[in-house]
């Protein structure tokens, strides 16, 4: 049974953003990080305009540090910034402002959080060639405050109707939702993020263990797969709970550090488990929302 939201009374409000400079976190001995292993790296990390790395590829192997596909956008003001990374929402139309881009469109695919607090934007590649950091970017934001006529105990974080829609969600014989993943996050791999704000940011897949990564068949997601967090709570921060479950999509790729990996933003949670992640393959934006 397909499942009814409140989406026709949602608001539909501007926020805009600025690409922002590569920048990296200010930990001690940077520009170096070290890896899970103590080897110190250099590596580019969040922001910019990244040409060659797009939804839909390997969310691993590449040389950088929890690299943002596309185009992140920022607010220097913080306040500013915290209602961009907010209100912003998976699924949102995004258009470029200035530059020789101007009126070019895109979608939000993801945010990430502590450190960067970004919005990230899917581009085409020919657009991204003309982009330049500090254009301006206005998002239609709409999703805030969507909820599920029939299932108040799940809460929806940064999902636009738009994705919901794309997603085909249903009702299944045991009233939960059924939502379709690639794959399911055990709490054991959820290391960065966790006790931070699930209103925006991410959540990240430990990766240091490649076998415990394998075994869990998390070693194939690409950037934009939609997956689920087992035993996790995100109704108001990231922490483990018996039985809660998550729905998210990988928005940043892996990272050589410890405690991190491919970042997840959150789209939806259930303290109670009221979601059924269904195993589907091929669960990703480049299919839902990025196609048309």
């Known amino acids: 049974m397909a499942v009814q939201s409140n989406a026709d009374r949602l608001v539909s409000v501007s926020v805009q953003g600025s690409i922002a400079p590569p920048q990296m976190p200010p930990l001690p001995a940077m520009p170096y990080a070290f890896s899970a292993e103590g080897q110190p790296f250099l590596l580019p990390a969040y922001g910019s305009i990244v040409y060659n790395v797009s939804v ?36 949102n139309p995004v258009m470029v402002m200035t530059g020789n881009a101007q009126r070019a469109r895109g979608v939000v695919t993801g945010k990430s959080g502590r450190f960067s607090e970004h919005v990230i934007i899917h581009f085409e590649q020919d657009i991204r060639e003309q982009l330049a950091i500090g254009d301006k970017i206005v998002i239609r934001a709409k999703g805030v405050g969507l909820e599920f006529d029939d299932h108040p105990d799940v809460m929806l974080k940064s999902c636009s109707p738009e994705l919901i829609d794309a997603l085909e969600i249903t009702t299944n014989d045991a009233g939960k939702l059924s939502v379709p993943v ?111």
Do not use: F
Request: proline letters at 4%; aromatic letters at 4%; a negative charge.
């Open 56 to 91: 839909g590829d390997s969310a691993y192997g590449w040389l950088a540090d929890c690299v943002h596909p596309s185009v992140s956008v920022k607010v220097e003001d913080a306040n500013g910034n915290r209602g961009l990374n907010t209100l912003a929402c998976v699924g």
């Open 182 to 292: 690639v794959g399911s996050v055990p709490a054991h791999l959820l290391g960065a993020g966790a006790g931070l704000t699930s209103e925006g940011g991410s959540i990240h897949i430990q990766t240091a263990d490649r076998a415990a990564l394998q075994d869990a068949k998390l070693d194939q997601l690409r950037l934009g797969d939609v997956v689920a967090l087992a035993d996790y709570d995100s109704s108001w921060n990231h922490g483990y709970l018996r039985n809660a479950v998550g729905i998210g999509v990988i928005a940043q790729g892996d990272s050589p550090r410890a405690g991190y990996g491919p970042g997840i933003t959150l789209l939806m949670t259930s303290a109670s488990g009221g979601i059924a992640p269904m195993i589907t393959p091929g669960v990703n934006l480049t299919d839902l929302i990025l196609s048309a």
